[in-house]
Nanobody, 115 residues
Framework: QVQLVESGGGWVQPGGSLRLSCARS????????VGWYRQPPGKQRESVAT???????GYADSVKGRFTISRDNAKNTVTLQMNNLKPEDTAVYYC?????????WGQGTQVTVSS
């Protein structure tokens, strides 16, 4: 089992920045695929950013050039740096880990972008 705990959410004005962190614990592997998802109000959960075990990132088109995912396997953390935030980025953000057919989710952290 893998436990995921997010932190760093909050309120920010449009154009601002936030940094989300995910602490991974339990039976973590450096070969897990890690990522961030989000669920806007009234919408389905969607992928935001992922990172392969080799460190190759992938991003949703809506966040390319604004968000950066990183991982530190020594510290078992996954980070999402979010810049130039827009109101449409408002959502609950979830940390995610996938290993073959298994997957784990964090409890989520709220990000609100408004003026």
């Amino acid at each position: 089992q893998v436990q995921l705990v997010e932190s760093g959410g909050g309120w920010v004005q449009p154009g601002g920045s936030l940094r989300l962190s995910c602490a991974r614990s339990g039976s973590v592997w450096p070969y897990d695929i890690v990522g961030w998802y989000r669920q806007p109000p009234g919408k389905q959960r969607e992928s935001v950013a992922t990172m392969s075990p080799g460190g190759v990132p992938g991003y949703a088109d809506s966040v390319k050039g604004r968000f950066t995912i990183s991982r530190d396997n020594a510290k078992n953390t996954v980070t999402l740096q979010m810049n130039n935030l827009k109101p449409e980025d408002t959502a609950v953000y979830y940390c995610h880990t996938q290993r073959f057919d298994d997957q784990w989710w964090g409890q989520g952290t709220q990000v609100t972008v408004s003026s």
